[in-house]
């Protein structure tokens, strides 16, 4: 079983100049303990579900080039991209960018964007739901023309692209891993069936993750489809540290589900919350799978 250390809240502590070193030291323990991926979010206003939306956010894709750069080994990604906020070709070359520089550890991770009121306060265009998934669709095919030999033209409902040339391209061969977050099972959980090198989870229970994950197989075999070429990872959302063993318990029965990474959010000051799970859990998952 992976780890992977989703960093969410730029807010503690909360001098803003000590956020680049908070970042930092945070992802340079996590990195030295093992932990696999490191993920930011991609929003521009703090999630008014988790706190006020005036709380610190920073760019991902920004912030991630900060931390490729003090880093090494970790997987770096977002967690998940909005496919509103960035033209499809740009973002596959911001991808690829992040790729190159990082040494080839960038992975894309993509959805539906869904927060209208950073979208309608930054002048983002909001467009209803069906019409996210159906340009999320057209980015993913995008993507994959953009990171292919192919430097012709696409065609969609929603972009036209006149050349698709991406040069370097992309040191992780033949791209960096596509992961498509969501748990939706009609459309979300299909296009993951379809393009998808991995899904993203909500770790809401063991049982949840198991129906999604069957409803995921039978696209797969609709789709025809190798179920076990997804990698299957989760976001839990049990606070890691507040029941060590708990949290344990509930990772070894997303293993058993054939999860092979889970993710984690700080929730205290990143740098202590890094430390602890390098003490306290990464020693005991390592033995989870």
């Known amino acids: 079983m992976r780890l992977g250390l989703h960093y969410w809240n730029y807010s503690t502590p909360t001098d803003p100049a000590a956020i680049a070193p908070t970042l930092i030291e945070t992802a340079t323990i996590a990195e030295e303990a093992g932990v696999s991926s490191f993920t ?28 490729a750069a003090r880093t090494s080994r970790m997987t770096l990604g977002v967690l998940v991209t909005g496919v509103m906020y960035r033209y499809p070709g740009l973002l596959a070359k911001i991808v690829t960018t992040l790729d190159v520089l990082s040494g080839g550890r960038a992975r894309l991770g993509i959805g539906a964007s869904w927060y209208e009121r950073e979208q309608r306060g930054l002048g983002v265009p909001v467009v209803p739901v069906a019409e996210r ?6 980015t993913l095919l995008i993507c994959r023309q953009m990171w292919s030999d192919d430097n012709g ?39 993951v069936a379809r393009y998808a090198d991995a899904c993203n989870l909500f770790g809401s229970s063991p049982a949840e993750v198991a129906h999604k994950l069957d409803v995921l197989r039978g696209h ?11 990698d299957k990872t989760v976001i839990v959302t049990r606070p890691p ?6 949290f ?10 054939g999860v092979t990474e889970v993710q984690v959010t700080p929730d205290r000051h990143p740098v202590e919350f890094t430390h602890r799970i390098a003490d306290e859990v990464l020693p005991k998952l390592t033995t989870i799978g």
């Open 40 to 67: 930011v979010m991609d929003h521009y206003f703090q999630m008014e579900a988790m706190a006020p939306a005036e709380e610190p956010m920073l760019e991902a894709y920004t912030t991630l080039g900060f931390v």
């Open 133 to 138: 998934f159906e340009r999320l669709e057209e």
């Open 153 to 191: 033209p696409f065609e969609g409902r929603h972009y036209r692209l006149a050349e698709t040339l991406n040069s370097p391209q992309p040191l992780r061969r033949p791209h960096p891993p596509v992961m498509i977050g969501g748990s939706g099972e009609k459309k979300t959980l299909l296009l």
């Open 220 to 230: 797969c075999a609709a789709e025809g489809r190798d179920y076990d070429t997804i």
């Open 241 to 246: 540290l507040a029941d060590v063993d708990a």
């Open 248 to 257: 344990l318990a509930e990772v070894a029965g997303y293993a058993a589900l």
